[in-house]
């Protein structure tokens, strides 16, 4: 067995993802976006046997303050991804080997973002850190027929798309040159939810995922009779699963609930593409909160959401602060007006 680390340009990367089901969270292009905005530097971390491997793609930061650095997931779902036999010694051994060539390479500690759709078979977790249970997730089946996915939207879902559709709103597709309009919206929704600095993503980010992910991420518009953006969402599609991003509603169209002709549309296009799934996400943090509801007026089907916390090196992490890992912040010593965060 041995470890390798790979750049985002590594060819390696590139060729695992293509003997393994997954998603745009695990793209060395979109892992190295997501390090430019952290500061940081984009990596995976590929464990191979004979029958495969466990690839981990990772952000490795700086610690402030110090010359010591750690690793955390890239935003959104970026779980570790096996090829080969699913068998849980195997990928104990697989996850072992990980750790320690992240040891060895000096990082005190590592953040996993799990994928509520893609799971891996059952590990002994508690070997080598703690896994933190955040809530539901919720899904659609894509595979099912048209009147079951009917059935299965809350009723004033329905009736509030079929009333926008007949005062003459639309959805558009990929028009690329009202990404600024949609940018705005979507930072006016942020500020509205007082959502923290992590969730406020501009003009440039939206800029460059376009362009990174070209043909995988896809730009949902709803427009009103006079042309007006009333609400977007930014909808991937990798494979057989689809994920609804980022979106933003106008405040003067709110009461209207334009992102329910949205999301159904986006329904019955991922049908259309052949996708297997929609995921929807959960609430803020995946509280039970109002997003959450609202989400679950279109499918009834969850998921899980879980992270999973490695301390690497026990003796730098104490020093710098950190205490034992739970279901509070992690790394400890990153908390929000810590030292090193």
Known sequence: ???????????????????????????????????????????????????????????????????????GSPYGYPCPLLSGPPEPAR?????????????????????????????LPA??????????????????????????????????????????????????????????????????????????PAYRFGLDYFQELHLRLEGRMHLALVLDPADTVAAGGLFSRVGGLMQFHLAGTDPAFRALGPSKLMILHMRDQGRAWGARALHLGGGVGCAEDSLALFKRGFSPLEARFQTFRMVLLPEAYRALGGAAPGDGFFPAYRSPGGVHA
């Open 1 to 71: 067995m041995h470890v390798d680390r790979l750049g985002a340009g590594d060819p390696a990367w590139t060729a695992f993802l293509g003997e393994v089901d997954h998603d745009f969270y695990h793209l060395p292009t979109y892992v190295d976006l997501c390090a430019l905005r952290e500061g940081g530097e984009a990596a995976a971390f590929l464990a191979a046997d004979d029958l495969g491997g466990l690839l981990v793609p990772l952000i490795l930061r700086p610690i402030p303050g110090t010359d010591q650095r750690d690793a």
């Open 91 to 119: 990928l104990e051994a697989l996850l072992g080997a990980f750790a320690e060539a992240c040891g060895r390479e000096g990082l005190v500690s590592a953040f996993l973002r799990l994928h509520p759709l893609l799971p």
């Open 123 to 196: 590990i002994p977790w508690a070997r080598f850190g703690t896994l933190v249970d955040h809530g539901w997730t919720i899904y659609l089946d894509l595979t099912q027929p048209p009147e079951v996915l009917d059935r299965q939207t809350r009723a004033n879902h329905r009736t509030g798309a079929r009333r926008l559709l007949e005062r003459g709103f639309r959805v558009v597709l990929d028009a690329w040159d009202r990404l600024d309009a949609f940018a705005a919206l979507y930072l006016a929704t942020m500020t509205q939810r007082d959502a923290g």
